[in-house]
């Protein structure tokens, strides 16, 4: 099979502590092909792109391109072999051209190798890339900041494109596009996959799978499900062997004496630059998750209750009062919590203590009930479980779900009446994550109104009363508890509107 | 797509599309912007000069305004290199200062020795430069650290073993120091010129310089594209200890004398760095030139000069230099930097109107 294809992986396997996140994987591309690479969050997708790409070397498995065997250790290294990728986060200089980002690392001299720098030959070079893509319109001089990040993704193409690539790896191309930006994409995939480039495409959009790949891998958990050609498969075949999986996770049951109560916050219309037109209602005393796929602004949507990009259009309330949030101070003044989903970049000072973050919003903004705060907080943490030598540990050596457990207790600590979750069980351990669902139940019996987000169908579906699902900064839709993972993934991916979906 | 042709795309489109998109005059924003604002402190100092019945542009003045540029112009061209890099030199005055002592010792006095001294001493600051470079890269030590160390080994070194002034320069070296064309262009002006000029063009036209903006820019996307991100950190930190030695140099030229804190008391550290901030470098590194930094330093060397003629007490000059350096890292602080741009609303670049447009067309008309 060797002869007619371009990439052949075979047996790639790779574990991180112990941990296998994919077994024993084969992959062929063929020259000309668009191959299509599916599975939900975790599958093993990105850890077999970053191989290819020679980001992570793999434990085992060898990789062919054109009938001979490669092995490297740095991307570069990848790309000199003919595997570029275009990977969800640009590699590109903001602040220097397109040119001098397309030809980084390799700038052409005059005059061998001792000679200055080619800028003309430079900026040729990349305008006749940009051309051979069919774009018009970007100059090799324009400085990379001023780009859309459509533009700057056309340039990550055109850079993957000069190494003389003859596979592209393109992670989520779609995610941060507008639709009309999808169809430019569309287009120049068509004139690469003409020159006889393959493409592994990488998307939780099944409806671009459908449209553009020939042929489709599965992967689930790290293992290889399937790999058909795109015209065996139906949408609704394709989402269930996705998901097919036995269902091992454990959710607390719901209490039987928690009544759901009054509306406690409410949105109507809510929009700005990243949502729009967003009306939904959460009660007191339930769970409302917020399901949709990666950039469909279901952060932002959280981010916009709690004040951290002004609404724009429509309106807020809290338990019936009109709620104005301009600021995340504000957004704590009314009592809502925010657990974000990048808890060591946002959530916690990881060089200060446990105590000292614990009480770190309680202090800043309520300060004089630090003192008050400061005494229950040995009982709320040993409540939670966390495991620490003591409080006046630093929390960049906790492990993740205790660092998690600590995040909480600080934002437990003003009381809240709405807890904003945004993948509250993200990178933590199996036990954490039990006590995190534990906590949100008893957060609910108190009357709390928690709207979670998550990338984990079994959990939202598991926790939540509701769910909702977010797609393209709209709310798409409103499913109830209990929903099968299939249906909230035809509505988050839009295969539901096209009326075929499982 | 916003920026190519799209088979739905009208004139109309286009035109809004361009309009959309930064303007080319923005994008020279920081070097024009600082030349304009040269034009203007000019303007200002030739009236406050004629106020106090004095003429700016009378041959002493330029000449005054224009020697006082090179040193701290030398200096601050290697401060540009190291700050674009992502890294900061806080060694310089010593430097400075030591370089003058090594020259005037080696020189004692006599034309023949300057070629050796001028050697050594150069030798030396690169030397020095190479030491901070190697800590900056390898030990992954910040170079704010990096030179403050060396710096203080560096004064520690001047202090035990110089009191007061040391050897003495060569007559050649001296007559240098006052040599010039036409009365008007120092000799030391020249100087800075010529380098001004060198190591604008080994910014861009060299792999090392492209590397520099890469690597200052972001270390991560540097590595990634396969750049060997320790030789551009290196090499910006031996030019600019070499640069330094060279205004050491020039000072010597002037004095006649090694002074042991010529350099703390020129306070060129602070100063070197307000001058390329001021002329546009970005502080993290990664964006600026040296022809911004030049017009930094001759902003400094004209707004001092008129508060000389006009008699301004030294506390008031501090006061002055400070507003300036604060109002111009000010005024760049105002191009905002958007990490996401946003889906809805006007400040996206306009998605098409017509049957192919996404849904968020009807709310880009609105106004948000």
Redesign the interface.
Known sequence: MTDTHVLVATGMTKSFFGNTVLADLDLALRPGEVHGLVGENGAGKSTLMKMLAGVYTPDRGTILVNGEQVSYS???QAQRAGVSTVFQEF??????TIA?NIW????P?RFGRFG??D?ARMRRDTEELLTGL?????RAGT?VR??????QQ?VEIAKAVSFDAKVIQMDEPTAAL????V???YSIIERLTGRGVAILYVSHRLKEIFDLCRTITILKDGQHVATRPAEDLTEGELVRLMVGRPLTQYFPDKPVDVAVGAPRLTLAGV??????GVSLEVRAGEIVGLAGLQGS?RTELLETVFGVHPV??GSVSLDGAPLEVSSPRQGVRARLAFITEDRKAKGLALNQSILDNSLGVVRSVFPRRTGSARREMPGVLSNLDVAAHSLDQEVQFLSGGNQQKVVLARWLSIDPLVVLMDEPTRGIDVGAKHRVYELMRELTRQGVAVLMVSSELPEVIGMSDRILVMR???LAGELPAGSSEEAVLAMATGAASEGDAA | MSSTTHPHETPEDVRRRRASRPKAARQLGSTALIYLVLVGVVVASAVLTAVEGRNFFSQGNIWGVLTAMSVLGLISIGQTLVILVGSLDLSVPYVVSLATLIAAGGMKGLDANVPAAVFNTLVLCALIGLVMGLLVSLLDVHGFIASLGVGLIVSGYLATNYQGSHGAAAPDVRLLGRSGIAGIIPTAFIILLVCTLIVTLLLRYTRIGHHLYAVGGNREVARMSGVRTAVPVIAAHVVCSLLAGLAGLMLLSRTGVGLPTIGSQGRYDLLSIAAVVLGGTLLAGGKGSVIGTIGGVAIFAVIDNVMGVMQVNPFLKDFVRGLVIVLAVAVYARRSVVSRPPRFGPDRVLPLPGPLAGPASPTDKEPA
Do not use: K, M, Q, W
């Open positions: 740095h991307p570069v590699n590109l200089l903001l602040e220097r001098e980084l690392g390799r700038e001299r200055p720098v800028t069919g774009v018009e319109g970007l400085l001023s780009l859309s990040v459509a533009e056309i507008a639709d009309h930006e169809e430019l994409l929009g700005n630059g990243y949502v729009d602004g724009a259009r393209d900064g709209r």
